[in-house]
């Protein structure tokens, strides 16, 4: 069934991760995967929503505060819209491992956020990332989970948490056969 709301995780998936396993600190450190802006506007074309969901412990091991942080998402959002997609929503956990909260995946609070804020149940969404924490994270929430191998992505898929979950090249990969669509009418950017 196609999802009306797909949840994204951020590193690895719509972006490159920070060199060295670092976090990303300010919008010049940003840099797009190939195609994941073009996945983003078919999925706006489509009419599916878009929640980011991303840990970001930075904040709260004090290397980067709220407002620092706000500034790389108001960019991601902001250069989706000038390639004609759309981030509905972003949902972020700002704290550290050791904080014990329910918003850091593999908890599912974020995922739990990203249903609420929709509006929808958790079936008609479906969640996309390349770590197994958040293929934890979706599954706990209750929602279905694909996997892609940009990112950790590779190595997620020989350490899969359940069987079963479908793996693709990228998300513009993942989007088109979502959507129906033939993968090799796209053409990314
Ligand atoms: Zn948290």
């Not at 994270?137 to 950790?152: D, E, F, N, P, W």
């Amino acid at each position: 069934m196609k999802p009306s709301h797909l949840i994204l995780d951020r590193d690895g998936v719509l972006n490159r991760e920070a060199r060295g396993g670092g976090w990303i600190l300010s919008p010049a450190q940003w840099r797009w995967l190939p195609g994941a802006r073009t996945a983003l506007r078919r999925l706006r074309r489509a009419g599916v929503r878009v929640s980011v969901t991303t840990n970001q412990s930075c904040i709260g091991r004090g290397l980067a505060t709220t407002h620092e942080i706000d500034a790389v998402h108001r960019q991601m959002k902001d250069e989706c819209l000038e390639a004609g997609g759309r981030i509905d929503a972003v949902f972020v956990c700002p704290h550290a491992p050791g904080d014990g909260c329910d918003c850091r995946k593999p908890r599912p609070g974020l995922i739990v956020q990203a249903l609420s804020a929709a509006g929808l149940e958790a079936g008609a969404s479906l969640l996309v990332g390349d770590d197994r924490r958040d293929l934890e994270a979706g599954l706990a929430a209750g929602v279905r989970v694909a996997l892609v191998r940009t990112g950790k992505g590779e190595r997620t898929a020989a350490d899969l948490p359940t069987a079963g979950i479908p793996i693709y090249d990228n998300l513009l990969a993942a989007v088109s056969a979502l959507l129906g669509e033939a993968s090799d009418s796209v053409s990314p950017e």
